[in-house]
DNA sequence: TCAAAATGTCACCTAACTGTCACGCTACAA
DNA sequence: TTGTAGCGTGACAGTTAGGTGACATTTTGA
């Protein structure tokens, strides 16, 4: 599944162009001028990262910001800040309140790709192009192989899948409804407990006797994968 | 302890001016002018971030960026390429190469400081909002886990939320209904004397014996957690 | 076409968690 | 010192959430 994007930029023929740049990327991109929309937006569907302008309606940027950096839902979604502000101050204030990045008007839009990249190779690890391993787990998105200590192992679609969304956000606790609506796609009406079925299937296919299970059940909150 | 963060700049004004302002943060700084030595240093002794000028001796900043993104002990280190070249396709080719952050001489110290703590708030939680530490007490709330002096505790459900509530409220009395309210919701009607049997849990899950309780009993008050 | 693989549910089971209580101790005030 | 309200503690029964094996159905691939 292609990373998403959300554009928050009122500037029509600026947010066309963001739009179109990210595209050509390769991403999935959904945008809106309007602040107020924009966190409705993200707490419908989170994105993997935000384009987020400084000056639009409804509500301030920094105040967007602030908002997402507040639920925890949201809270470490990367945010790039966008403005024609180029004050020393505003930058350093946009920083603080959470963004990670921080580009001034006029800009390159092979730049901001670039600075994209950058952000989403750290939270989402698999976008660096890089197989995703951790420990002795290895996995290659292009090949569909999946190792353990150099073994190959054998998985089911939807295990590899699952394997992937886990490794893809290491360390975090994910609800079953995420992971619904990660693995499975948001418009599927799948019973919770089935997570629990394919997560059995999943540690039966990456655990050998011996071996450390890297899948830990956070009871009433969901599963994690742990890494180190 | 605090961030350590490891300046390679050949500059030595700049050098010293990024070490003084680092150091002004909290931060522990060590530095070198020299490529090769920069690699010997991360391997040393891996720093919580990079500060790299694109232009130093012996090996080109983006060899150096390059060399440590390859070892998988160095490849997570967040760097920040620094440089005079403000050409796009540099900037473009520093980011694609691993650099997280691309900053342009001249530039404003406190913006690094600020880019550097953005950095770092994502790849060391602990060091940004994110993660609630007090002493030896941690407590990571996206992946659910709690460690104290590095060892992972188990906490329940409730003894997770009842920690989080407290270590979002320290130094402060809080009584039974505040808790009830923060920790069960507004609408539970449960016995007040339920929290003292959940305190006593939660102690038990986080004090090995000899080790001093965070947890303080104000009588006819209610409890507080202590930050020493 | 047909067997093997994969998938989504279900019922059952167990371990973990939860709320309450009774009892005893402790700190504080008179 | 003593009485008492407040708190700690161990026990316990009720509840809940997750693990598990089985199974019918669908999909896949030879």
């Not at 959300?6 to 739009?19: G, I, N």
């Not at 502000?85 to 730049?111: H, N, Q, W």
């Not at 590899?160 to 969304?165: D, I, K, N, P, Q």
Request: net charge negative; proline share 5%.
């Amino acid at each position: 599944m292609n990373p998403s994007v959300l554009v928050v930029e009122d500037d029509r023929a600026l947010c066309d162009l963001l739009s179109w740049n990210l595209s050509a990327e390769g991403y999935d991109v959904r945008s809106t001028g309007d602040g107020e929309e924009a966190l409705l937006m993200v707490r419908e569907q989170a994105p993997d990262a935000i384009i987020l302008d400084w000056m639009i309606e409804q509500v301030p940027g920094i105040e967007v910001c602030r908002q997402l950096r507040k639920d925890r839902e949201t809270a470490r979604i990367p945010i790039v800040m966008l403005t024609a502000r180029g004050e020393e101050e505003d930058r350093i204030r946009g920083l603080k309140t959470g963004a990670d990045d921080y580009v001034t008007k006029p800009f390159s839009p092979r730049e901001l790709m670039a600075r994209i990249e950058a952000l989403l190779r750290r939270s989402r690890p698999s976008i660096g192009g890089d197989n995703l391993n951790f420990g002795d787990l290895e996995l290659d998105p292009a090949s569909h192989r999946v190792r353990r200590g150099g073994e190959a192992l054998h998985l089911g679609p939807t295990e590899f899948r699952l394997l992937r969304y886990f490794m893809e956000r290491p360390n975090r606790v994910l609800s079953r409804q995420q992971i619904l609506d990660g693995v499975w796609g948001m418009d599927s009406d799948i019973d919770e407990r089935t997570v629990d079925v394919h997560i059995r299937r999943l540690r039966k296919a990456i655990n050998r006797p011996g071996e450390k299970d890297p899948i830990r059940t956070v009871r009433a909150a969901g599963y994690a994968m742990d890494v180190s």
